[in-house]
């Protein structure tokens, strides 16, 4: 029978424990909420919100079509340009999504006959792009310079190496500096993704490759997300203006995908301008994360130390990581839960993102659920 092979995947997924479901979020939910990447807690900031109505007003619910045809309003243009230039780059593009616009970096960058040196952790949108690029992909250890250097020293030009600047899961930091230079002997560029690093890494949240000294180099690119810490929905690439024209003639996810719709580019415009004005908030969501690892620490967690915002707490087995999860729901927190296959490592944790604008004492109410409803 046609699909009769999807209900036997979907038995075993139920005899594994690995069903995912939708739980759909109230608009007023009342859960301390430590599980979304709202990092600057600006998602529902007045000044995001009338961004997005005033840029529906006047341009409308949808984009209408694709950046190359009517797609492209003013707005694309200033936050394109107010974006490159916050993170220190020539040029941006924005893409309806973060996945798309890895997607397009990566196989616009890696034609065939190139090589791919691609970090083991990286994030899924990352490993897609692999997936589509013509180019050969080789996946290295993680977050380790001497295996890309290896790996590089095989290339046939061109070649790239592609990593997070912060990996998802455990929230480590790729080490930049030296990726940048291992790519650097072997004339190989380097792209980043920069979802978990923008807003939150760098003086004023400009990001990991600007703390990293990387902004503006001509052999770097930096893919982001608008959806994290800037509240807003989409994604966006920066890099030299000639990879950037490069893109906008050769990405497929730009050239064949509706360009971001007007009220989520006017959002991520209006958040980018408040962190401008407010870049204690990048520091904040930082000084979070160290206090929630020190104090889940403290008593006894096993929490990987924070170099951004994400703060991953070990679990005992995927079945436990379940229930540590609904069990601090039932008690009136969200968490994440990361459970394999989403993990390659086999470990589960739960998974915390510190926001700005969580007090110390949500911060305690937090750390003090997690313990009581620790398996
Ligand atoms: C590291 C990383 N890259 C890319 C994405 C995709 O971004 P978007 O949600 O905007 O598609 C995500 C998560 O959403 C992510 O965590």
Same mark, same amino acid.
């Given at each position: 029978? $046609?699909?009769?092979?999807?209900?036997?995947?979907?038995?075993?997924?139920? /005899?594994?424990?690995? @069903?995912? !479901?939708?739980?759909?979020?109230?608009?007023? %939910?009342?859960? #301390?909420?430590?599980?979304?990447?709202?990092?600057?807690?600006?998602?529902?900031?007045?000044?995001?919100?009338?961004?997005?109505?005033?840029?529906?007003? &006047?341009? *409308?619910?949808?984009?209408?079509?694709?950046? #190359?045809?009517?797609?492209?309003?003013? #707005?694309?243009?200033?936050?394109?340009?107010?974006?490159?230039?916050?993170?220190?780059?020539?040029?941006?593009? @924005?893409?309806?999504?973060g996945y798309a616009a890895n997607l397009a970096a990566v196989t616009a960058l890696a034609p065939h006959g190139s090589l791919v040196v691609s970090d083991a952790g990286n994030h899924a949108s990352l490993i897609?792009?692999?997936?589509?690029?013509?180019?050969? !992909?080789?996946?290295?250890?993680?977050?380790?310079?001497?295996? +890309?250097?290896?790996?590089? %020293?095989?290339?046939? %030009?061109?070649?790239?190496? @592609?990593?997070?600047?912060?990996? %998802?899961?455990?929230?480590?930091?790729?080490?930049?500096?030296?990726?940048? $230079?291992?790519?650097?002997?072997?004339?190989?560029?380097?792209? +980043?993704?920069?979802?978990?690093?923008? *807003? +939150?890494?760098?003086?004023?949240?400009?990001?990991?490759?600007?703390?990293?000294?990387?902004?503006?180099?001509?052999? +770097?690119?930096?893919?982001?997300?608008?959806?994290k810490s800037l509240g807003s929905q989409g994604g966006a690439v920066l890099g030299p203006a000639h990879v950037i024209d490069h893109l906008v003639n050769a990405a497929r996810t730009f050239i064949f995908d509706?360009?971001?719709?007007?009220?989520?580019? *006017?959002?991520?415009?209006?958040?980018?301008? #408040?962190?401008?004005?407010?870049?204690? /908030?990048?520091?904040? $969501?930082?000084?979070?994360?160290?206090?929630?690892?020190?104090?889940?620490? $403290?008593?006894?967690?096993?929490?990987?130390?924070?170099?951004?915002?994400?703060?991953? @707490?070990?679990?005992?087995?995927?079945?436990?990581?379940v229930r540590w999860a609904a069990d601090c729901r039932s008690a009136g927190l969200a968490v994440g839960c990361f459970r394999p296959p989403s993990v390659p490592d086999g470990v589960s944790r739960l998974r915390? !993102?510190?926001?700005?604008?969580?007090?110390?004492?949500?911060?305690? /109410?937090?750390?003090?659920?997690?313990?009581?409803? &620790?398996?």
């Open positions: 029978m $046609a699909f009769g092979w999807i209900d036997e995947q979907a038995a075993a997924r139920r /005899r594994a424990g690995l @069903v995912r !479901t939708l739980r759909p979020r109230p608009a007023d %939910s009342p859960l #301390l909420d430590l599980a979304s990447n709202d990092y600057l807690g600006l998602a529902r900031h007045p000044e995001i919100i009338e961004g997005a109505a005033e840029a529906a007003r &006047r341009w *409308g619910g949808g984009a209408t079509g694709s950046r #190359l045809v009517t797609g492209t309003t003013e #707005l694309h243009g200033e936050l394109e340009r107010e974006l490159a230039d916050f993170c220190g780059f020539e040029a941006a593009l @924005v893409f309806s999504s897609d792009g692999c997936r589509l690029a013509r180019g050969t !992909t080789q996946v290295v250890a993680h977050a380790d310079p001497d295996a +890309v250097r290896k790996a590089l %020293s095989t290339a046939k %030009s061109p070649a790239i190496t @592609v990593s997070d600047t912060v990996f %998802s899961v455990d929230g480590d930091a790729a080490p930049l500096a030296e990726l940048a $230079a291992a790519c650097r002997e072997y004339g190989a560029g380097l792209v +980043v993704d920069d979802a978990h690093g923008l *807003g +939150v890494l760098g003086d004023g949240g400009r990001g990991a490759p600007h703390a990293a000294g990387l902004a503006g180099a001509p052999d +770097v690119v930096v893919t982001v997300t608008l959806s509706t360009g971001l719709a007007p009220a989520a580019t *006017g959002a991520a415009l209006a958040a980018l301008r #408040l962190l401008r004005r407010e870049p204690e /908030r990048a520091a904040r $969501a930082r000084e979070v994360a160290r206090a929630l690892h020190t104090r889940l620490t $403290a008593s006894g967690h096993e929490a990987v130390r924070p170099d951004a915002a994400v703060v991953s @707490v070990r679990a005992p087995s995927p079945d436990q990581a915390l !993102t510190a926001r700005a604008d969580l007090t110390e004492g949500q911060i305690d /109410r937090a750390v003090g659920i997690i313990g009581d409803t &620790r398996p």
